[in-house]
């Protein structure tokens, strides 16, 4: 399974890679994107609660202050008429706002006339001077008093809230401020987000841990209340204990007052708590997948490639006929296609080659056999194929051979009265019937010069009878010629001269070799046929010596010889009959 | 597949043990509750209760509340305020001056929240900031005693002589009794004190104020007194006495006429002290909370008994009228 560790890390490097920074980029921009929505959407929602804060106390305080304003003015002349009258009003203002706990109308010239409250008993002419007080002198000059926060028994939050009564004097009521607190007590955002109240002075008026405001607290130290924008919005603040909040603010213009509402950073960083989880189960779930796709992906590639690397070995070691099967439609398929079409190919190529190579060989081996035949023609079987074999032949010496001479009588006067081509023709025809009568009688012709005709026996190969071949020859070349003659136009007659003894057998040449004898032997040899007669066989001593037990010869004596004095000479008749 | 299963439960385990980190694992907080009423039938209880509820604290989930009912029996309260902590609560409630003082004997160190209307001054140094171990609610009763007689003056204009009926348990009744001579005085009116130690000898003491020419009653809100609430009703109105009180429910129960707090009011503000106090406030850094609502409940049927005709001005005041 080598494939594995080569396809398979590489794809799954390359899908896992692809697939986790796909995922782990996602998720950083879904994450940041998050954040920042989680950030902007906070704020948002805390603005408007802020802004929602804000308008509510502001809309709680103009309430009651019109409330005051609504105390109807009293008529009637009579002052002590008028004076419960305006007692009337005020105990309906006192069951129609259940803030005010007081209600005070002061006259013109700043002395209390009448004082209903929920507490403490009804005052009425106390005549306390109240002149001085800034209730009394802002809310004669015409304009609505808002005092500042102070505390009932260091406890209840109070204000005072002080405007023009209708018939003169000033209308100055106790609000209790509790009810801001509730407004921003109920203010939840988030698990820490809180909301508080600062005055102009950045003095803390609510606050849902109530202890901070008794403490009197200031809270212009922190970067947000001091920067004090008269615009609403959010930024990053700080809290008292110098964390970092994300803070929004509505100021409260008729007081102003300012709403803060913020949350600690940290709990932006919790929002995302839950997508990154997310993202790690998505990027974990990813790369299981991709494993498992990069697998899948690599068995589905390398099976056909395992395949093809089969077939395709297959086919190398010459299995041609083997095809394979694919049926993946893909470009695998179409590979494998080319590969089937390959061997096939190779097999039609392969095939057309064996032919003409066995073409070639059956020309060649006939080439061969005819030159064989043209070297067994001229040269003897063995010295053929032992100078087709080595390239030569060696020249041997044969101790005992028989050799044969034929020579035409006459024949010089035949040439002279005779056309060449006839001449030709006739002597062909009559070589031939030789040749025939020579390889019937298991004698090697060794050449024609001329009109003559020289064969031997026990050559190359030794034989014993190589006497009785050459007379059996010589007999029945004499009688080819007698039968011949008897139709022939032309009348040929020859001496035939047999001889045995040693000589010396070889090739000689370069080109046109012949082989050829040589030795004293081929001379007497070629002295018997001259010394004889025609029509008969004239052998030597030697050769009577050999064959006289076969055939019957005629002791001629001693015959001169040409060149060799004296030889015993013999006429071979015919072979013995037993 | 099975990898990632193992993978996923090891996140969720990872997951849950992390955010019973983030929690704390302690047990649920426990509340004792020292009440005077009976298990039976305890309005400002359940008021409390609901007060919880509104907070988001459900009893026997995130809550433990151990109640001990005293059931007017104010002498059995040192004896369950003990059994309340050796309970080992991380908060007591108690209600009434008498339930404060069986508490304060008690502990030292459990954080205290009160249900109490008279002085707060009496039990902590401080109403805004409260040291020791207690903080709470008040109802301000004692306070409003002077607006009580105004208001009683305003529906029966023509008494003179009140009896004022309280109980001596208190040690700060004596002073308020004699501070109000004063306001009386401003009214157009003589006090006539009527001092009692038990629920027994309201009658008799009664009898002798009416002997001695009292024309009304103020009554002084005390427990005792309030557990009383029927006969002192019944007794004002054989005598024909004009009589105001503190609580709506001595109206209810056939009184003239009351003004004070709410008392269900007042115990589910009580709740959210508690709740303050269990997320980690210090009760000295808790300012005691006063009552700042207060109703002025009228029962028409009782004047009508007793020919009195009430003047649209004062019904026009009246929070509540029974008719």
């Known amino acids: ?578 | 597949m099975n990898r990632r299963d193992t993978f996923l439960a090891v996140l969720a385990l990872a997951a849950v043990s992390l955010a019973a980190m983030a929690q704390p694992v302690a047990g649920v907080p426990r509340v004792g509750f020292l009440a005077n009423g009976s298990a039976k039938a305890s309005p400002s209880v359940d008021a409390f209760r609901k007060g919880l509820r509104d907070l988001g604290y459900i009893e026997g989930e995130n809550i433990a509340l151990e109640i001990r009912w005293a059931a007017g029996r104010f002498e059995s309260m040192p004896e369950l305020a003990l059994e309340l902590v050796r309970w080992r609560p991380d908060l007591l409630v108690a209600v009434v001056p008498q339930g404060l003082r069986a508490v304060r004997a008690a502990t030292k160190s459990i954080p205290v929240v009160v249900i109490a209307c008279d002085p707060a001054e009496s039990v902590v140094e401080n109403i805004a900031r409260p040291s020791g171990n207690i903080t709470g609610v008040t109802c301000m009763a004692s306070d409003l005693t002077p607006k009580r007689l105004q208001l009683l003056k305003e529906a029966a204009p023509k008494i003179h002589r009140v009896a004022v009926l309280y109980n001596s348990f208190d040690p700060n009744k004596a002073e308020e009794v004699r501070q109000m001579h004063d306001v009386a005085r401003t009214l157009g009116l003589s006090l006539l004190p009527v001092e009692i130690r038990d629920a027994g000898a309201i009658e008799s003491a009664l009898a002798g104020a009416v002997r001695a020419r009292a024309d009304a009653l103020l009554v002084l809100n005390d427990p005792l007194l309030y557990q009383a609430r029927r006969s002192i009703v019944e007794l004002a109105a054989k005598h024909r006495l004009p009589a105001t009180y503190a609580f709506r429910e001595y109206v209810e129960a056939g009184g003239l006429m009351s003004y004070g707090t709410m008392q269900n009011d007042l115990f589910r503000r009580a709740a959210s002290h508690v709740s303050k106090v269990l997320k980690g406030a210090k009760p000295a850094e808790l300012p005691v909370e006063q009552a700042t609502l207060f109703e002025l409940v009228v029962n028409l049927k009782t004047a009508r008994a007793m020919g009195l005709a009430i003047s649209p001005t004062f019904l026009m005041r009246a929070d509540s009228v029974i008719e």
């Open chain 1, 1 to 578: 399974m080598k494939y594995r560790w080569l396809l398979f890390p590489k794809y799954a490097t390359l899908i896992i890679s692809l697939v986790a920074g796909m995922l782990v980029a996602s998720s950083v921009f879904s994450i940041l994107f998050s954040y920042r929505e989680t950030q902007e959407h906070l704020a948002t929602l805390q603005n408007e609660k802020a802004g929602g804060a804000a308008a509510r106390i502001e809309q709680y305080i103009l309430d009651i202050e019109r409330q005051i304003g609504w105390t109807a003015l009293p008529g009637g002349d009579d002052d002590r008429d008028r004076m419960e009258r305006r007692r009337i009003e005020y105990l309906k203002l006192l069951r129609q706002v259940p803030a005010i706990t007081e209600v005070a109308w002061i006259d013109a010239s700043g002395r209390e006339q009448l004082h209903v409250s929920r507490l403490t008993m009804d005052r009425q002419r106390s005549g306390i001077d109240l002149s001085r007080q800034e209730k009394f002198v802002q809310a004669s000059a015409g304009k609505t008093h808002y005092g500042t926060v102070h505390f009932l028994k260091d406890t209840e939050p109070y204000m005072t809230i002080s405007r023009p009564a209708q018939g003169g004097g000033v209308t100055a009521a106790e609000v209790n401020l509790k009810f801001v607190w509730d407004v921003v007590s109920r203010i939840k955002v988030g698990k820490a987000g809180l909301a508080y109240v600062v005055d102009a002075g950045g003095s803390l008026i609510a606050h849902p841990d109530i202890s901070l405001v008794l403490k009197k607290s200031n809270l212009m130290t922190l970067p947000q209340v001091s920067t004090m924008s008269k615009e609403p919005g959010a930024s990053i603040g700080r809290d008292r204990f110098d964390q970092e909040v994300l803070s929004a603010h509505a100021p409260i213009p008729t007081l102003n007052w300012m709403v803060f509402v913020e949350t600690p950073r940290s709990e932006m960083f919790e929002a995302l708590y839950a997508p990154m989880l997310r993202a790690a189960l998505l990027l974990i779930a990813g790369l299981v997948i991709s494993i498992v796709a990069a697998y899948l992906l690599v068995r589905a590639l390398v099976r056909p490639l395992l395949a093809l690397q089969e077939g395709a070995a297959r086919i190398g070691a010459g299995e041609f006929d083997r095809r394979i099967e694919m049926n993946t439609g893909d470009e695998l398929d179409d590979l494998a296609g080319q590969f089937n079409q390959m061997g096939a190919d190779l097999k039609a190529s392969y095939a057309g080659l064996e032919r003409k190579v066995a073409e070639r060989t059956l020309e060649l081996q006939h080439e061969q056999l005819r030159t064989k035949e043209l070297l067994h023609n001229i040269l003897p079987v063995e010295i053929a194929e032992e100078l087709s074999a080595t390239g030569g032949a060696r020249s041997a010496r044969h101790e005992s051979v028989t050799i044969l001479f034929t020579d035409f009588s006459g024949f010089t006067q035949a040439v002279s009265t005779m056309p060449a081509d006839r001449m030709v023709a006739e002597l062909n025809e009559i070589f031939a019937a030789f040749d025939d009568i020579t390889d019937e009688c298991g004698v090697e012709k060794i050449k024609t010069i001329g009109d003559a005709y020289m064969a031997a026996a026990g050559l190359p190969r030794p034989c014993a009878d190589h006497g009785q071949r050459c007379i059996r020859a010589g007999l029945r070349m004499v009688a080819y010629l007698e039968h011949r003659n008897r139709s022939a136009a032309f009348k040929w007659s020859i001496r035939v001269g047999v001889h045995s003894g040693p000589v010396v057998a070889g090739v000689v040449g370069k080109r046109k070799y012949a082989f050829d004898i040589w030795g004293d032997t081929v001379n007497v040899a070629s002295r018997m046929e001259s010394a004889g007669e025609v029509g008969r066989v004239n052998i030597s001593a030697y050769t009577y010596d050999l064959i006289q037990k076969d055939f019957e010869c005629e002791y001629r004596g001693k015959v001169s010889a040409k060149g060799k004095g004296e030889i015993d000479m013999y006429f071979v008749k015919e072979p013995r009959s037993d």
